[in-house]
């Protein structure tokens, strides 16, 4: 896709915390995604899918305060990344079915990403994988029930700590360059319960 003055986040939140944005005159995204599956065995499968992709703004201009003079300081950059654009997301699913009962590995893995469009290494966001198990079992034929299903699930299995978003700013005071990234922690390891059943 070639843009034309596309709306991207710029890595900054305004004061009451919402994603501020701007448009960038020429930028595209431009990507192949595969996708697979496998019969393993009778009762196991696999399949999956990866994105690759490459998320770009031809020339882009940031703008840093500068608190020692009130105005702004101008930089230009090229062929740098969108923000919050990573190059590579992959998924794995290997599902497990016997009779009623289901299991499934869920695998997903997100390369770096970028918190600003500068396209640089201090301000990103780390590669993470993450791991999702869900068991069920389905009783299809039960005394006045036409279907009862319970599942478990557990997110984040191996207690993955990751941040998946953030925000980063700066500014120029006593004559240095300044800047500051925050991030958002998600959950640990957690686990739900649901009973589910149709008369």
Do not use: C
């Not at 710029?10 to 915390?17: F, P």
């Not at 997301?89 to 499934?104: D, E």
């Not at 390369?111 to 966001?125: M, V």
Request: hydrophobic fraction near 30%; charge should be negative; charged fraction near 20%.
């Amino acid at each position: 896709m070639d843009y034309k003055n596309q709306l991207i986040l710029t890595g900054e939140i305004n004061d009451v915390g919402a994603y501020i944005r701007q448009n960038v005159p020429d930028s595209y995204r431009a990507g192949i995604e595969l996708q697979a599956g496998v019969q393993l065995l009778e009762n196991l499968e696999w399949s999956g899918n990866a994105t690759f992709s490459r998320n770009k703004i031809e020339e882009y201009t940031y703008y840093l305060d500068n608190f020692d003079t009130g105005s702004q300081q101008s930089t230009t950059y090229t062929d740098t990344d969108i923000a919050f654009s990573p190059n590579f997301i992959a998924n794995s699913k290997l599902r497990f079915t016997h009779k009623g009962f289901t299991a499934a590995l869920n695998t997903k893995y997100v390369s770096k990403q970028y918190l600003d469009n500068t396209q640089t290494e201090s301000r990103t966001l780390d590669p993470y994988l993450v791991n999702d198990l869900r068991l069920s079992y389905d009783w299809n034929a039960t005394p006045l029930l036409n279907s009862l299903e319970a599942t478990l699930k557990v997110n984040n299995l191996f207690n993955e700590m990751y941040e998946s978003n953030g925000y980063t700013y700066g500014y120029i005071a006593g004559g240095e360059r300044q800047f500051f990234n925050y991030y958002y922690p998600q959950a640990g390891r957690n686990i739900m319960l649901q009973l589910s059943f149709n008369f």
